[in-house]
């Protein structure tokens, strides 16, 4: 089993940089393949970036394309966060799936089995 805790988040002017961490518990962390998602107010949760066990393949939400990165170590997962805007307000989640391959991204959250309680992102204009 993983456990999954965020820390980072916090207001920030438009324009401005967030760096989100996600601290992994387990000694399997190296076999997960791990993701970013975000859910604002009202509406439904949306893929943001996502990352192999391997670290060497990414994937990301055509809205953060070229602002975000996301990124792991032996025990966390990251995500920079750069230019943020005003849509980008939402509650982040980090979550882990198991996977085969070292090289797999997982852009559906069904594919994914452990999720962090979230941290808050709030861009103002």
């Known amino acids: 089993q993983v456990q999954l805790v965020e820390s980072g988040g916090g207001l920030v002017q438009a324009g401005g940089s967030l760096r989100l961490s996600c601290a992994a518990s387990?000694?399997?962390?190296?076999?997960?393949?791990m993701g970013w998602f975000r859910q604002a107010p009202g509406k439904e949760r949306e893929f943001v970036a996502a990352?192999?066990?391997?670290?060497?393949s990414t994937y990301y939400g055509d809205s953060v394309k070229g602002r975000f990165i996301v990124s792991r170590d032996n025990a966390k997962v990251y995500l920079q966060m750069i230019s943020l805007k005003p849509e980008d307000t939402a509650v982040y989640h980090c979550?882990?799936?198991?996977?085969?391959?070292?090289?797999?991204?997982?852009?559906?959250?069904?594919?994914?089995?452990?999720w962090g309680q979230g941290t808050q992102v709030t861009v103002s204009s």
């Open positions: 979550a882990a799936g198991p996977s085969v391959y070292s090289s797999s991204v997982y852009y559906r959250a069904g594919q994914y089995v452990y």
């Open positions: 387990g000694r399997t962390f190296s076999t997960y393949a």
């Open positions: 990352i192999s066990r391997s670290g060497r």
